[in-house]
């Protein structure tokens, strides 16, 4: 009876520990995704997630359409932006080399415009 009562015992501690490390990593696993998503703006309802976002030189930007309509992110002025026509859930990245203030927009809908502070 002691023994068993023992073996049940030591289960136990066993599975508290089994659950803690699962979920030490769980939060490891979503700060981390955080920090991915971070420069990633997602394109929904004819609109940029993040208007303006700031990054670090040679940092990279995705853009994602969530879209059914096709969007682009085109440069306001130079190409430094000039992506194809994104269909839905298609990307468009790029990194910034150079220090700046990035004006964009779609070029087939004039109302969607952002800004990528470079520094
Ligand atoms: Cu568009």
């Not at 990633?40 to 700031?54: G, L």
Request: hydrophobic share 35%.
């Amino acid at each position: 009876m002691k023994k068993s009562l023992l073996v049940l015992v030591v289960i136990v501690l066993i599975l508290i520990g089994i659950s803690s490390y699962i979920f030490t990593q769980n939060k490891q696993e979503s700060s981390k995704v955080i920090n991915l998503d971070s420069n990633k703006i997602i394109i929904n309802n004819f609109a940029f997630s993040e208007q303006v976002i700031n990054i670090k030189v040679n940092d990279k930007v995705t853009w994602t359409n969530k879209d059914i309509a096709q969007h682009t992110i085109t440069s306001d002025s130079g190409s430094e932006l000039n992506s194809e026509r994104l269909s839905q859930d298609q990307s468009y990245s790029h990194t910034f080399n150079t220090p700046g203030i990035y004006y964009y927009h779609c070029d087939l809908h004039l109302g969607m415009k952002g800004k990528i502070i470079v520094s």
